[in-house]
């Protein structure tokens, strides 16, 4: 065990958790974020519930964000200038020749981060055998420098055709660049993906050069500060594929980070589902701005090998988290068709919702809540104390808009988001052949467990886990993010007998460059994938192999079994046809040292169990609904209960029962 802080910034909250080992103690906080200067929030969140001792003997400082993310979004990064060869100067905007969304008569393609202007071809060719076929002309090389630095671009992405199968061209280039004084920051295809496909390589490289800027600053302001706390350890930062990564390599690599911020709560559920023996759960994140949900298969998140920011592909491991504007300051508006809608737009951090008091007028799904009584007694974390008349005039002025009362238009909002929330949990669900009926939710984050009977009852689910520290849930499964560096290449070959000896060679030069890459080597475990498809086949399956010392030590045809089973199990039949490979992956994990799961929530003298009349979705109507420290729950209740705690409210309806389960977490079970 270490002692460790982990922080994670929300859109609307900036959450920590830290583990003291010499206690084995679990602390949790939350402040509101500073959407301007989100380091500072971390710093706040630090300064206002982490003792100086444990800044000072902290081994690590574990970090989730969405800078990157939101950098990405909002576009606001570096200007950025492409060079690539003759012919691919529009592979942005040819991408696949396909419609993110084919019924859709008003779609419009997401505008590329390297406008025309800035994309420059260069002269030269290699095959993807990796063999030259045409000497790269370095004139057209410094004539394509000249122009972008005469344009003022801050950074420079090289994607030359086939680079991954050999980046010599890509090199060349490099040197002329700094020979030609480009002082900018250059981000180089093969370095970034050792994968195929020049649109999706591409796409990846320019979003590292648009983020790398950005994101290098912001943790190195980061970095600063905790240096000013007097914190002496290990920064590290979540990868979008889970596990972590130092600062200083995540500012090399900062596409890897693209999705950081969601991965804790995902991280977090895995070591949970391991811990209570689930097979399978769905995750249910709700924070103040949006709604992130991931599946858990015996004790792993899925991960996928590229994923998508604003309809722009990323080659790099990713959690498969689903993300939509849903969350506690997701506002309630009528769209031009009269209809009401909630989300994406949020109140944010600032104002907030109505109900808090800080300016905003404008109903948010936490004003919704708040006067169904849903929220409890309305104390909630960082000092806010709900302002129910506030959200009632909220309301009022949309319910004005649909011809209903408050009442009826605040359950309206609930329903509405949950229903949103529900089709994402279903959708990702469904991907992988599970009926959510089957599994476990497990929800968290500030509005998570106020959502959750309100999602089972979607889902027809019978089994909720609010788990331990479920508030800053996300946070907590920060401190257990292992350092994990990752890379691939592709390598086309018929799946044959001996075909592991070339793939061993492949994976030895992998793991090569990892070692080169990481400066935390020396207890890694090493561990490789194969993708393989069926001969004839656009996309593939990855699929797990063992590994020692290096190399692959099971057999061809065990591995063969493994990836007809897997295609099987996932389509629900298999083909009669050849398997070939075509990408090798190897990865690399540093086991931080563990820490337990010892929490037990603070009780407070006034903590008494008491009735307040409620909205019931089960019932239409108010009740009385029992009013419940976390901290005095034993034995069985039956609900209508609202569960308080320092940093979330649990809304339990009818027709639910409450216990308490052996890791701290409470298990919500349907009656019939």
């Known amino acids: 065990m270490a002692t460790r802080i982990g922080v994670d910034i929300g859109g609307t909250f900036t959450d920590l958790v830290y583990f003291d080992e010499r206690t084995g103690k679990t ?27 444990i800044i000072k003997d902290a081994e690590f400082f574990l970090h989730g964000t969405t800078v990157g993310l939101n950098a990405l979004l909002e576009r606001r990064g570096a200007k950025v200038g492409l060079i690539t060869t003759t012919g691919f100067r529009d592979v942005l905007e040819i991408r696949r020749g396909d419609r993110a969304e084919m019924y859709n008569l008003f779609w419009k393609q997401t505008e590329p981060l390297v406008p025309r202007r800035l994309r420059l071809e260069v002269d030269g060719r290699v095959l993807g055998n990796g063999s030259e076929y045409r000497p790269l002309d370095e004139e057209s090389v410094r004539a394509a420098t000249k122009k972008l630095i005469a344009e003022g671009v801050d950074a420079i992405a090289v994607s030359l055709i086939n680079a991954y199968a050999n980046p010599d061209h890509e090199l060349a280039v490099e040197a002329i660049l700094r020979n030609e004084d480009f002082e ?43 240096r000013e706390l007097g914190f002496n350890g290990i920064s590290l930062i979540t990868r979008s594929g889970s596990g972590s990564m130092t600062f200083a390599e995540a500012e090399d690599r900062p596409f890897e980070t693209i999705m950081s911020g969601p991965v804790g709560g995902a991280q977090g559920a895995s070591e949970l589902a391991k811990l ?30 590229e994923g998508v920011i604003d309809n722009m592909p990323i080659q790099s491991p990713w959690v498969d988290v689903r993300s939509i504007g849903s969350g506690g300051g997701s506002i309630a508006h009528i769209d031009p068709g009269g209809l009401m809608r909630v989300g994406p737009r949020s109140a944010g951090a600032v104002p907030g919702p109505a109900c808090y008091g800080k300016g905003g007028t404008e109903p948010a799904m936490t004003d ?18 709900l302002d129910i008349d506030k959200a009632r005039q909220a309301l009022e002025a949309v319910g004005s808009h649909i011809d209903q009362d408050v009442e009826s238009t605040a359950a309206g ?72 560096q990752s890379t691939a290449r592709t390598r086309l070959l018929d799946f044959v007998p001996g075909v592991l000896e070339e793939v061993n060679a492949v994976l030895g030069e992998l793991f090569a460059t990892l070692k080169e890459r990481s400066t935390a080597h020396e207890d890694a475990v090493q561990s490789a994938r194969l993708d393989l498809r069926y001969k004839g086949q656009e996309h593939t399956l990855t699929v797990e192999v063992d590994v020692t010392g290096g190399k692959i030590t099971e057999p061809e045809p065990v591995i ?80 209508p209960a609202i569960i308080t705690e320092d940093t979330t409210t649990t809304y339990v309806d009818v027709q639910w029962t409450i216990s308490s389960g052996k890791a701290g977490e409470i298990i919500l079970e349907r009656t019939h």
Request: glycine share 10%; charged share 20%.
């Open 27 to 53: 602390v949790e906080g939350k402040v509101p974020t500073v959407p301007s200067a989100p380091e500072e929030g971390v710093v706040n969140a630090i300064t206002q519930h982490v003792p100086q001792d």
């Open 184 to 226: 900018g920051g250059i981000s180089l295809s093969h370095k970034i993906s050792g994968e195929y496909r020049e649109y999706e390589r591409t796409s990846t490289t320019c979003i590292d050069a648009f983020v790398r800027g950005r994101m290098s600053n912001y943790l190195r302001r980061l970095d600063g500060r905790l």
């Open 276 to 305: 209570l023996g689930i097979k399978a759960l769905v995750t249910a994140d709700v924070g103040g701005t949006s709604f992130d949900t991931a599946l858990v298969i015996d004790g792993q998140p899925q991960v996928l090998f």
């Open 368 to 385: 919704a809540a708040a006067w169904l009584g849903m929220l409890g007694p309305g104390d909630l974390a960082s000092g806010i104390h």
């Open 413 to 484: 909002v609930m329903r509405i988001s949950s229903a949103a929330m529900a089709n994402a949990m279903r959708e990702i669900s469904l991907d992988q052949g599970l009926d959510p009926r089957t599994i476990t939710l497990l929800p968290f984050g500030g509005a998570g467990p106020l959502m959750g009977t309100l999602l089972a009852d979607e889902l027809e689910m019978n089994h909720v886990i609010i788990p331990p520290l479920a508030g800053n849930f996300s946070a907590w499964g920060l401190l257990g993010a292992d350092m994990v």
């Open 560 to 639: 063969l079994e493994r990836f007809i089973s897997e295609y099987g199990r996932t389509f629900g039949a298999t083909m009669n046809q050849d398997v070939e490979l075509v990408s090798v992956r190897a990865s690399t994990t540093v086991l931080l040292p563990r820490r337990e799961l010892s929490y037990t929530p603070k009780r407070s003298e006034g903590d008494s169990d008491r009735t307040m009349e409620v909205y019931s979705f089960e019932s239409k109507a108010r009740l009385p609904f029992r009013i419940i420290p976390r901290s005095i729950i034993s034995g069985r209740i039956s609900g």
